[in-house]
């Protein structure tokens, strides 16, 4: 449900931005830091989305990629103190790897979602 929301929400930005874009046919100038040059601005507000788009997408990846070696190290560790102390093994739950515990807890989510 939540990636039918997502979708359906990239769709209506997408639909705004192109209605945008077609309202705003005029040649304008556009300034750079080594000149200026004129374009449609349809293409000059689709650049800036695209650009804007990889640049969000960029530092979400980075932090996502933080957050998942930080993960690892601390199931590590975790798996390293059941080692340590087994008697506490049934209080730790260690689950196996990330990406199959990510996939229990995704699939958990589905059933809860369909009910």
């Not at 005029?26 to 695209?50: D, E, K, N, W």
């Not at 102390?85 to 995704?106: C, Y």
């Amino acid at each position: 449900m939540k990636k039918q929301w997502r979708i359906l929400l990239v769709l209506i930005f997408t639909l705004i931005i192109v209605l945008f874009s077609i309202a705003n046919v005029a040649t304008v100038g556009f300034s750079y830091l080594f000149g200026t040059v004129r374009l449609p601005l349809i293409l000059v507000i689709i650049g800036s989305v695209l650009i804007g788009a990889m640049l969000i997408g960029s530092f979400s990846y980075s932090a996502i990629y933080k957050q998942r070696h930080r993960i690892n190290k601390l199931e590590r560790e975790l798996r390293r103190m059941v080692e340590l102390h087994p008697e506490d093994s049934d209080r730790l739950k260690v689950e196996g790897s990330g990406e199959a515990a990510a996939s229990r807890e995704t699939r958990t989510a589905g059933r809860r979602s369909r009910k």
